[in-house]
Nanobody, 124 residues
Framework: EVQLVESGGGMVQPGGSLRLSCTTS????????MAWVRQAPGKGPEWVST????????AYADSVKGRFTISRDNAKNTLYLRMNSLKPEDTALYYC?????????????????RGQGTRVTVSS
C-alpha cells in the first residue's frame, strides 16, 4: 500500500521558517518524481514544487521561488520542503504527491497519490 505522511506544519509569524517532511512507503520512492502541493482555505490545489527522482532537478511556482527549497533523501524515502520568509498568503494545507507522469510537473491532476497533508498557518 502506497503511503505518504506529512509532518512539520504549524503556526509561524510572517518572515519565519518551517521545514516540512513527507515520509513514504509502499513504493520505490527513488524511482518517482515527487512534489509539494498546497490548498488554501476556500481555494483549489496549487502546485508548489517538484523534484526529479534523482534529486538533481527541481522546479518552483513563481509565488515561492527563492523562498522555498525542495529536497529528498532516497535512502530514507523522505521528501522535504524548507520554507523561509513565510508570508500570510502561504497559509494552506501542504501535501506531498507522487508524479504519475504526463505533460507537466505543474499539473496537479498528473499526481496519482498524495498524503493527508500538514497545515501551515502564517499569522502575526
Amino acid at each position: 500500500e502506497v503511503q505518504l505522511v506529512e509532518s512539520g506544519g504549524g503556526m509561524v509569524q510572517p518572515g519565519g521558517s518551517l521545514r516540512l517532511s513527507c515520509t513514504t512507503s509502499g513504493f520505490s520512492f527513488s524511482m518517482y518524481d515527487m512534489a509539494w502541493v498546497r490548498q488554501a482555505p476556500g481555494k483549489g490545489p496549487e502546485w508548489v514544487s517538484t523534484i526529479n527522482s534523482k534529486g538533481d532537478g527541481t522546479a518552483y511556482a513563481d509565488s515561492v521561488k527563492g523562498r522555498f527549497t525542495i529536497s529528498r533523501d532516497n535512502a530514507k524515502n523522505t521528501l522535504y520542503l524548507r520554507m523561509n520568509s513565510l508570508k500570510p498568503e502561504d497559509t494552506a494545507l501542504y501535501y506531498c504527491a507522487r508524479w504519475a507522469g504526463g505533460s507537466s510537473w505543474t499539473r496537479v491532476d498528473e499526481y496519482d497519490y498524495r498524503g493527508q497533508g500538514t497545515r501551515v498557518t502564517v499569522s502575526s
